[in-house]
């Protein structure tokens, strides 16, 4: 059984896991929550500089901008200019261009684009004939934003304004992309020490709790354990004693009508009565041959005198004695394993060679031992009429309780018992595996 250093490491090892999947967990929240905020808060930058666009574009160009810009007079494009430098460039905005629908620059605060002429892409034409604005990362590798290039990204915003006479043209503004990033980060750096304090103090509340949790549930386990190793312990005292009992009472007053009987049977006087009595004093006889054999059968060997393989031994020498033919291996095994796995490999190998002679009609039982790993394994195998898991469940659904209870008693002690046909031809094969 595990001792308290044992329970107290694995309470940490446990606890370890739980902390360090939780600082996982963090980080990944962490670093979500920072991609997350930061796109949120670009959009949010994208969508003033859309509406800041809206604000300058119709409230300050719009007014300006007239038929003789579209003809490039000097007097018109100098009046734009100067709405445009006082009022509509600033630390963020460092670009306007407006566009007629056939792709000339009208009018630029950078002068040597004015006059020129580009294709316009397909988006820009469809805002000027739907009268939307749209938003979108500039490709500074086209020949009218040369002049950008130096900004090394820049968002560009567009939406059509008219002239008096109706006539749509293409305001376009151009902000500094590292703006609208320091607007995400901004955010980020707002949100950030509530989103990640609340889950700090949240894994600082939860360690203390897994701790406590887990230190009761290896208490819980321990108990578990000390139940378990009395049940067995109680078990082989009881079977010692039902033993004795039965060598010392039974047997021997049997034993006694036995020679009585025999006694009679060879006196002078009883005739045709003698067959009879000789006949009954070999009953008896059998009947003393048979407790004799139970009493060898329900004493638990003791494992601290004699290894396991010993009593393995032993057990497959006494089905022998009924003809059967039997076969053991062992590989690994050690002289000397804890006394609650020897006992439950004993247990179970017992229980399949009891259930191989007087149940399956078997020929021959093979038993094979080994230990690996840290788990110690002993596997019955018989040529009988075979059964399996299901049919194993419906005879404890009978009253034949002898596998269930084993079961149980190895499930509680971290092992596994596994009870499965061989063949389609018959035969079962009876495994258990325990920790050592």
């Known amino acids: 059984m595990a001792g308290p250093a044992s329970g107290g490491r694995l309470v940490a090892v446990h606890v370890g896991r739980f902390a360090l999947a939780g600082v996982v967990a963090l980080t990944i929240l962490g670093l979500a929550t920072s991609i997350a905020s930061r796109r949120v808060g670009e959009r949010e930058a994208v969508s003033d500089a859309r509406t800041t666009t809206l604000v300058k574009a119709q409230g300050l160009v719009e007014p300006a901008v007239t038929d003789d810009l579209l003809r490039g007079t000097a007097p018109a494009v100098a009046r734009v200019d100067g709405i445009v430098r006082d009022h509509v460039l600033d630390r963020s905005l460092v670009r306007v261009k407006i566009w007629t629908e056939g792709g000339t620059i009208i009018y630029s605060d950078e002068p040597r684009l004015i006059g020129s002429t580009y294709q316009l892409a397909d988006d820009e034409v469809a805002a000027i004939r739907s009268g939307q604005i749209a938003a979108d990362v500039s490709d ?94 109680a078990s082989e005292v009881e079977r010692r004693q039902i033993a004795s009992d039965l060598h010392d009472g039974v047997v021997q007053d049997l034993a006694g009508v036995a020679y009585s009987l025999a006694a009679v049977a060879r006196s002078p006087g009883n005739g045709d009565g003698a067959g009879a009595i000789e006949k009954s004093a070999e009953t008896v006889r059998a009947s003393i041959r048979a407790l004799r054999s139970l009493v060898v059968d329900i004493y638990p060997p003791d494992f601290g005198e004699e290894p396991l393989r010993v009593a393995l031994a032993d057990l497959l020498e006494r089905a022998g004695e009924s003809g059967v033919g039997t076969d053991l291996e062992v590989t690994g095994l050690p002289d ?101």
């Not at 590798?141 to 293409?170: D, H």
């Not at 078997?362 to 399996?388: F, K, L, N, P, Y």
């Not at 049919?391 to 034949?400: F, L, V």
């Open 140 to 233: 500074l590798s086209k020949p009218e934003n040369r002049y950008e290039r130096s900004q090394r990204k820049l968002l560009e915003v567009y939406l059509p304004i008219r002239t008096p006479s109706g006539q749509p043209v293409l305001f376009e503004a151009y902000y500094r992309y590292a703006l609208v990033q320091q607007n995400g980060r901004r955010l980020w750096n707002s949100f950030a020490p509530i989103a990640l304090g609340s889950l700090v103090m949240l894994q600082l509340v939860q360690v203390p709790l897994a701790w406590s949790l887990a230190r009761r549930l290896a208490q819980r386990l321990r108990e578990r354990e000390g139940l378990l190793q009395r049940a067995l312990d």
């Open 336 to 436: 000397r394993l804890p006394d609650q796995a020897s006992r439950l490999i004993y247990r179970v190998a017992q229980e399949g060679v009891r259930n191989a002679l007087r149940h399956a009609g078997a020929t021959t039982i093979q038993v094979r031992a080994e230990a690996t790993s840290g788990r110690a394994s002993v596997e019955v195998a018989d040529d009988g009429r075979g059964i399996d898991e299901a049919e194993t469940a419906q005879a404890a659904a009978g009253g034949h309780l002898g596998l269930r209870a084993l079961r149980g008693l190895v499930t509680d002690a971290g092992g596994t018992l596994e009870v499965r046909r061989r063949g389609p031809d018959g035969g079962t094969t009876l495994r258990v595996e325990v920790p050592i």
